[in-house]
């Protein structure tokens, strides 16, 4: 077995055809589409039957741990179109400490701050990016709150086509450096992330570049979804009870209920679900209003405002299927402020050593609170996801000093 196995190696491909998420019309596979005739996302559907008699869990075992290790599950047929940075299989940590501090189940946190660029956000663009290679794409535009913009400027700049990035005028300084730096185009707008957004909507036309917002193109989704098969795999192919999610666009939580029902489908899973929770900030939770509401669409959060900058996503073209999947799940939609979001990151990185980003520690917060009122039991063995490397948003500042030339004194210390 060679390491880059997965990324050269020639293995069939299952593709069958893309399907509207709303209607379930069909479309052709292996052509540049965007969102449906509904306006709604396409789903990359697969010929599972074919997978099941293909893959077995022993075969993937041998394989090199990363994502590619995946492909008969993947959208990229052929391994000549993959443009990688070297996507891990992240780990998974255990916090025993706070685990029997709370008193409750097992907790696990899924760290996606391994990936390339530090974030999650690499999953859904390297599936992107290559496939916008396979289909001869040549300029992509998206609207990012920071992470997403990083991992297409990487990602593009490996594969050589053009990027360029709008994101809203206080995204982390580091951020719109590391877009800049790794070759995108990137502009501060004056607005929010959806306002971003109509800007890549109406130069799609007059520039002719291709439109790579969360679900307004399949292939993202395919990738976040690994998250999901990596889970399973590194579980035993056994289930969480509980997986809390940091929810903005809501790709991953997608993602992943999607790689479920697959992973079934092939016979590597049985039907025991997790139940997904959508965690959100209080100060942007269309997600929760339109659960505790019964709703299936969210109106726009107006005033959106969190520390958490990578959930601050006023409306979600794929609300439906955030709302279908936390439902079907029989999870729930939780809003934590960023009081509550400040004091789980300072909390879980002064007991355990482990640096969150904000929108992870909005999970542990929400795990917190849930366990507290009892939506989540003391039994319960419960993923935490943390999206992003802690080291990619501001720290707080450290004013101690120590002047070697006078008498140090050692108690104080």
Known sequence: MRDDDNLTAARPSFVSHLECSMTG?????DQIHNLSRAGKPLLVRYDLPGVAKTLTKDALAERPPDLWRYRELLPVRDAGNIVSLGETMTPIVRMARTSAKLGGGEILVKDEGRLPTGSFKARGLVMAVSMAKALGIKHMAMPTNGNAGAALAAYASRAGIKATIFCPEDTPEVNVSEIALQGASVYRVNGLIDDCGKIVGEGKAKTGWFDTSTLKEPYRIEGKKTMGLELAEQLGWEMPDVIFYPTGGGTGLIGMWKAFAELEAIGFIGAKRPRMVAVQASGCAPMVKAFEDGVEHAPRWENAHTIASGIRVPQAVGDFLILRAVRESKGFAIAVDDDAITAALNEMAREEGFLLCPEGAATYAAYKQSLASGRVSKQDRVV??????????????????????????????
């Open 25 to 29: 019309e069909h479309y052709p596979a």
């Open 384 to 413: 935490l996801f943390n999206c992003a490397s802690g080291l990619k948003y501001p720290l707080p500042p450290v004013h101690n000093t120590l002047d070697r030339h006078k008498p140090i004194d050692f108690s104080a210390l």
